[in-house]
């Protein structure tokens, strides 16, 4: 977990999260926030500003403190991020595998660049850039190529902002310092450029990209709590009248904020980066995420363990409170396993025919309805599989399990005892192969364990954001003013 900053202009959506570049307080740095909401620095500081290259614990950026800031795009590209150095006058690059940063263009090239966007084909990679001091689009074919220069001679007034590129289409998307949208199709020869839509219409008000499927453009609207599209294969004459669609509504009172960055997830599913939060909204049931393609890979050098409770110890009737007593048990199972390097193998519903595997370090919290636990033949044994890290042996990895004190998951369910429900003793049983055949035995006297107040109190809040959570989306429901339809929300961070 943590806090962060003024967010760049741009960021990217990569495996393990969320990079962005986070420009709060005296320093600036690149940050990752996980899938789970935990934030690590990849680059740069967070009490110090300037301009230096190196490792990543030397590397300095600019960056600009406060406001709804318009620098330091970044975006991820073949081993590494690029980055708009806004204030440096610099295009950064900053290498994974090294874990070094370089300068790629200084300030003989540009003066204050405030957004870029990456295509990759066949392995190269090609930079767009706005060199928006200058006036100016810079294109980088490759690293070792010239840098080429766009102008749009028809407007005496054109300074680029937000940029994006359709590799497929040969068409990049700019806008201009009055907020007109135009498209550059930069196929050779004969490249040429014209307005899509108008200011007014389109209302644009932070980032630029593309969709999945590659025809759309999509964008933060002025308000910054909607995300609207437009066209990216219309023709040059039927762009400028183009009238954006309206993807999905927010109310930022409830995602915390204005919309700061995006990122599609499914067609009707959004990553969402506020100025306070990270998380996932759609407009559907939230699927868990698909991990189910490569299991063969996933699971090589992993063994089996399951963590088996008694039925009547969990809320099993209730898919949402289910959900979060998934997250604790994940969570104590971290705590066993001292690492995130595990999975758990859940059921899908409503048929539980199939199932998924999940990594440690995604939150299930908000999954309701979506996943659910084996249950032994009579239904009086819950049982969640887990395949531990690799390294563990078959006994270590099941050990781990019926060594652990389930401190969190024992907190959560005395919680729910606490505010009405009528839930059995929780203990735990090292069943493994005779899970699935026998009833559950009785749990012995006095199995319970500590939490301290800091537990009990993080466990009942859960509770409380659980019900509130449902009361915002019937709320949602019922009003449309606040939203064009219901939302599920499920909060990273």
């Known amino acids: 977990m943590g806090r962060y900053g003024v967010v760049g202009y741009g960021g990217a959506m990569v495996k ?14 690149i940050r990752l926030i996980s899938r789970n ?28 403190a406060s406001g709804d800031s318009r620098s330091n795009s970044l975006a991820s590209g073949n081993g590494g991020y690029y980055v708009a ?33 990456i295509s990759i084909i066949d392995d190269k990679t090609s930079v767009f850039l706005s060199n928006t001091g200058l006036h100016q689009v810079l294109y980088i074919p490759t690293l070792s190529s010239p840098v080429g ?14 940029i994006t590129v359709l590799p497929e289409l040969s068409r990049a998307f700019i806008v201009n310092a009055t907020l007109q949208i135009y498209c550059w199709s930069y196929a050779q020869p004969g490249s040429t450029s014209w307005k899509v839509s108008d200011p007014r219409v389109a209302d644009f008000g932070r980032i630029l990209t593309t969709s999945s499927d590659g025809t759309k453009v999509l964008y933060v609207t002025s308000n910054g709590s909607t995300i609207a599209s437009l066209s990216a294969i219309a023709s040059p004459t039927a762009s400028p009248a183009l009238i954006p669609e309206k993807m999905i509504d927010f109310n930022t009172l409830v995602i915390g904020g204005r919309v700061q960055l995006f990122f599609e997830r499914t067609p009707d599913s959004w990553y969402i980066l506020t100025t306070t939060k990270f998380m996932i909204v759609s407009a559907t049931p939230i699927q868990p995420e698909d991990s189910s393609s490569d299991s063969d890979e996933i699971l090589s050098g992993r063994h089996q363990g399951l963590a088996a409770f008694p039925t009547e110890a969990f809320p099993i009737n209730d898919s949402c409170l289910m959900a979060q007593a998934y ?44 996943i659910t636990a084996d249950l032994s033949n009579d239904h009086t044994i819950l049982i969640l599989t887990f395949w531990g890290p690799r390294g563990y042996t078959l006994q270590l990895t099941q050990d781990r399990l019926v060594t652990s004190t389930w401190t969190r998951t024992r907190a959560f369910l005395e919680s729910l005892k606490n505010s009405g429900w009528n839930l059995g003793p929780f203990c735990f049983f090292n069943c493994t192969t005779t899970c699935k055949t026998i009833t559950a035995p009785k749990c012995l006297v006095n199995t319970e364990s500590a939490c301290d107040d800091v537990c009990r109190g993080a466990i009942a809040s859960s509770v409380v954001m659980a019900v509130a959570g449902i009361v915002l989306i019937i709320l949602m429901i019922i009003s449309p003013s606040n939203i064009l339809a219901a939302v599920v929300m499920v909060p990273i961070i």
Request: net charge negative.
């Open 85 to 117: 150095d806004t204030v440096n006058s610099a295009l950064r690059f900053i290498n994974t595998s090294t874990q070094t940063t370089t300068t790629i263009l200084n300030a003989s090239v540009l003066r204050t660049p405030n957004s870029l966007a």
């Open 327 to 370: 997250h604790w048990m994940r969570m104590d199972a971290t705590e066993a396993y001292n690492t995130t390097d595990y999975l758990s193998e859940f059921l899908i519903p409503p048929n539980n025919s199939t199932t998924t595997l999940v990594y440690g370090d995604m939150n299930v919290s908000g999954w309701c309805g979506n």
């Open 149 to 162: 220069q766009v102008n749009f001679t028809s407007d005496p007034f054109f300074v680029p902002g937000a």
């Open 37 to 64: 909401g935990y934030i690590s620095t990849i680059a740069g500081n967070l009490s110090r500003k300037g301009n230096n290259d190196g490792p990543s614990t030397e590397a300095l950026f600019g960056g600009i």
């Open 16 to 29: 393990d999260g969320v990079v962005f570049s986070d420009m709060g307080g005296s320093g600036s740095a």
